[in-house]
Structure formats: structure tokens, C-alpha cells
């Protein structure tokens, strides 16, 4: 899953691998969720927290020794990895990637859906006080009942840094990956139901053009 911060990777990529029963891994997940005393955690919370990316040797650590220990096999939907060249040129040794689904929104789109993001410590569920979904009761997890919180990430000086980020470090992956043809661009604009069956027709005409005799 490629895309500007806020596009939709990580909701569209977990009801995805759901649908298809794909293993799913995010790095950004990763990093937040690892034990944040030790060398990686230590070494990659500044960068996160300016917004801007963790080192390549950093990330390829961490991603090698994940996908290694969890002896992922079969297919898996990889959401914010790689996100340089430098990144994807590694990968390549490690695995192949099928398709990449580009998800693509504004700038306007960007700053209202992260500067709205509430997520529950617990379940990491996430919500949107001016988008949706929005939860029940205003700041509570409906699932947990715990008080969401912002992530430091989502300020606006870090917003800014992020989207900057973006353009010069990981939208050249687009062109990365368009000369392999596996890019499939999806207007991320819209309610999450109708990105999701945007992503399903973009898949499944994929999958008919790759059976189709030439
Ligand atoms: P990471 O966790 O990957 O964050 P990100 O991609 O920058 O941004 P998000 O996760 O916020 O966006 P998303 O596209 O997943 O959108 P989401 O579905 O959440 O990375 C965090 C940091 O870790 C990086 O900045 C970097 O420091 C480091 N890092 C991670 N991987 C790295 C790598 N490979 N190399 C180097 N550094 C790395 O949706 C966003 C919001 O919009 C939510 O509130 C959601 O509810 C809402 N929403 C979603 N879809 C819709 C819709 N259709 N309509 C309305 N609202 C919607
Ligand atoms: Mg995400």
C-alpha cells in the first residue's frame, strides 16, 4: 500500500487482508508497538515524532528480522514499506511484489483526516472527530472504552514535515514501480466502502488482464 499519510493504507489494508486472508504488516505499526527502551525503538521515536523517516538501515532491520521471525509465508499486504528506492531496491532481494495499490487524495484531504485522528492505546482502532468514523461517545473507543489519543506525529509542524517527506522520499516509488507495471492508482477521495470497492475492482481487473492470453 503506497500513499501520502492519511490516504487509507492501514484501514483499507486491514479489511483487506480480512477479506482475502492475507497476513498484514504496517512499519509504522511495527515501530510504534516495539518495546520503546530497546536500540531500534531508541533510535527511530525522533524521527516518527518530527515526521519524518526512520533511517533505511533502520527499517530494513526491523522489516527483515519481522518477516524472518514471523516465517511469513504465502502473500502478504505490506502497508507503508518500503517507502524509498533505497527501500524497494532491498525488498526485491527479499521478495516479490504483486501489485501496488496507490491510493491517492489532496492536500486538503490530507490535513482534515490526520489533524482529526483519535486512536485507542489499546486496540489501536482509529477515528475521526471531522471525518468519519467517528466513535459513539466523544474521545472513547467503542470497543475498549478507553480515552483515544493523538499521536504526536499529527501535529501541524509535523504534518507539514511528513507531506514534505512524501513528495521527495516515497512518491518516487510510483515511478519506481510504474515501469514494472504493477501500479494500480486508486482515487482514495470518498467514504472508506467506496475506496475498498475501488480497490476490489482495481485487483480483480488486474488479476483478469494477468490470465488473459496475449
Ligand atoms: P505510518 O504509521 O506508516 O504512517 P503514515 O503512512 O505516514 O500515515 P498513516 O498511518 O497516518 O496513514 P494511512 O495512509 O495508513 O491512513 P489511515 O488508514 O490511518 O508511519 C509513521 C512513521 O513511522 C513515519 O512517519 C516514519 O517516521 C516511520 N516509518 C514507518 N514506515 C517507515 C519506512 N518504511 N521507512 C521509514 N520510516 C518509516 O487513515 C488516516 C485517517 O483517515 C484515519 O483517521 C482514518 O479513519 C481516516 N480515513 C481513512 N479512509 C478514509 C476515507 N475514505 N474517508 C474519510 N476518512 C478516512
Ligand atoms: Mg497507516
Redesign the pocket.
Known sequence: ML?V????????AKMLSEKLKLSYV????L??NMDQSSEIGKKARP??DA????PDDI?MELMKEYLLKNRIEGNIIL??????VN?AEQLESLLTIDHVIYIDISEEEFYK??G??RTCPKCEK???IF???KPKTDGICDDCGEQLFQRK?QTTEALKT?LEVYHDETEPLVEFYDKLGIVLKID?M???DE?ENRIEIALDNAKKSNIDPE
Open positions: 500513499g499519510p492519511g490516504s487509507g493504507k492501514g484501514t483499507q504496517s512499519s509504522g505499526d515501530f510504534r524521527y516518527m515526521g519524518e523517516l526512520v527499517v502497508d507503508g514499506f518500503p517507502r524509498t527501500q483526516r490526520l482529526g485522528r482509529n477515528y475521526n471525518t468519519e468514523p506525529d511528513r482514495g470518498g467514504t472508506v475506496v
